[in-house]
Nanobody, 117 residues
């Protein structure tokens, strides 16, 4: 049974920081590309950042220079460090696991991030 469990969301003031974590189980974590997506009310889900199994990263333009994605294969965990948060970063953040060739993506249940004063 595959599980992706996110944590670390919450309420933060503009300019603040949060670190999201996603702990995976039931998959060979090291061979999966991992990603963070977000969905704000009334908007489509969008890719925030991704990290390949080899460690290469990709970021949405809106978060470049502020967010950092990383992974710890020994802990089966992917992280998203979010700095200089803005109100427009408010959304539910979802962890995603993508297998190397074909197959189904897996999703976490989501964690709410609210940036407000």
């Amino acid at each position: 049974q595959v599980q992706l469990v996110e944590s670390g969301g919450g309420l933060v003031q503009p300019g603040g920081s949060l670190r999201l974590s996603c702990a995976a189980s039931g998959i060979i974590f090291s061979i999966y590309a991992m990603g963070w997506y977000r969905q704000a009310p009334g908007k489509q889900r969008e890719l925030v950042a991704s990290i390949a199994r080899g460690g290469s990263t990709n970021y949405a333009d809106s978060v470049k220079g502020r967010f950092t994605i990383s992974r710890d294969n020994a802990k089966n965990t992917v992280y998203l460090q979010m700095n200089s948060l803005k109100p427009e970063d408010t959304a539910v953040y979802y962890c995603n696991a993508r297998p190397p060739i074909g197959g189904l993506d897996y999703w976490g249940q989501g964690t709410q991030v609210t940036v407000s004063s």
